[in-house]
């Protein structure tokens, strides 16, 4: 039963990393950037309602007419598929949606809702002010609740209230998009790091006998972050849960090279059993736990690899001085 499972590995690493190959790019896609679409499309339709009633209240003035012209062809433009989407098949639009398409949308959303902010009547300014001053009052950034005092302090209606409403709201648009523009791009470094990682799992699963080591150190990776989601510890970012597999298969294999190294007979500081059930031994019960387990904890592989540099600049002999055989970490 064992050998079986152990052949199986010679092709379940090229097929586990095909898998999530596709996972990547559905995560990045799907699950990443297609909820912030839906909300960008229900932001446009709540636009594009506002710029018609405003449209049905004044027909008078040349200037609004055409401000309201200009703001609605801008989220026209913002409808078209092809700004935001790409069409790769009619039924394909949930996994069409780059990133970086994302947040130029959101910015070019935000400037519409400005432009409408400037056309709406004194009523809807004042509404507009108590909200904006509400939700700096329970902001956590530095600055935000003087900045609702000093929304407070101006008259309810008039230019000056009008002109700081408009700042305000310029200013939390800014931070809000700076603030999406960083997570997505914290976000695109994760699927990098996880693509390039596929990669170099399959390089050295081409070049080296250690696929099942590395399918256990992914499924390790993989157990991480589900462990802390069911002790109900803070969720999981998308990049961590996006590289989790991909770092524990490649840990798997450095730790059991680590763990090679240290158990040594020049170095003798784990014994004959790692030595026996490491490296040399990729398929045997032991090497298997021993990959899980670094795949699982990426403090147990920092640690041993501080370890190992630690031996490795000692003088020579200290490392066969001090050991104890067995001497733990």
């Known amino acids: 039963m064992w050998e079986k499972i152990v052949g199986d590995g010679r092709w379940a690493l090229e097929l586990v990393c095909a898998c999530y190959l596709g996972i990547v790019y559905i995560t990045s896609r799907g699950l990443i950037a297609a909820p912030r679409y839906r909300l960008l499309q229900g932001r446009i339709r709540d636009c594009r309602a506002r710029a018609s009633v405003l449209a049905a209240a004044d027909t008078v003035d040349p200037v609004t007419t055409a ?5 609605t062809g801008r989220l026209d433009d913002l409808e078209k598929s092809g700004l935001v989407v790409w069409r790769l098949l009619p039924t394909s639009w949930v996994i069409a949606i780059p990133l970086s398409k994302l947040a130029a949308a959101w910015r070019m959303l935000h400037s519409a809702e400005r432009q409408l902010l400037r056309l709406e009547t004194p009523e809807e300014i004042t509404a507009q002010v108590r909200s904006v001053r509400l939700r700096l009052a329970a902001s956590p ?3 935000d609740p003087e900045l609702a005092a000093e929304l407070a302090a101006q008259p309810a209606t008039g230019p000056e209230a009008g ?6 709201v310029e200013h939390l648009h800014d931070r809000e998009d700076t603030e999406a523009e960083r997570e997505y791009e914290q976000q695109r470094i994760a699927l990098w790091l996880a693509t390039t990682g596929i990669g170099a799992v399959l390089l050295i699963g081409a070049v080296m006998d250690h696929r099942l080591t590395m399918v256990f150190g992914a499924l390790g990776g993989f157990l991480s972050p589900l462990v802390g989601v069911m002790r109900a510890q803070r969720p999981s970012s998308w990049g961590v ?10 840990a798997s294999v450095g730790g059991l090279l680590l763990v090679r190294m240290l158990a040594d007979p020049e170095l003798n500081l784990l014994g004959h059993v790692f030595l026996d059930n490491s490296w040399n031994a990729p398929a045997a019960p032991i090497a298997l736990a021993i990959s899980l387990l670094f795949g699982f904890s990426g403090t147990l592989f920092s640690r041993l690899a501080l370890t190992a540099t630690g031996q490795l600049v000692a003088a020579p002999g200290a490392g066969t001085q001090s050991g104890t055989g067995g001497r733990p970490l």
């Open 67 to 71: 401000a309201l012209a200009a703001v």
């Open 163 to 168: 002109a700081l409403l408009f700042a305000t």
């Open 141 to 143: 950034h530095p600055g």
């Open 241 to 250: 849960l996006v590289l989790a597999p991909v770092g524990g298969a490649l």
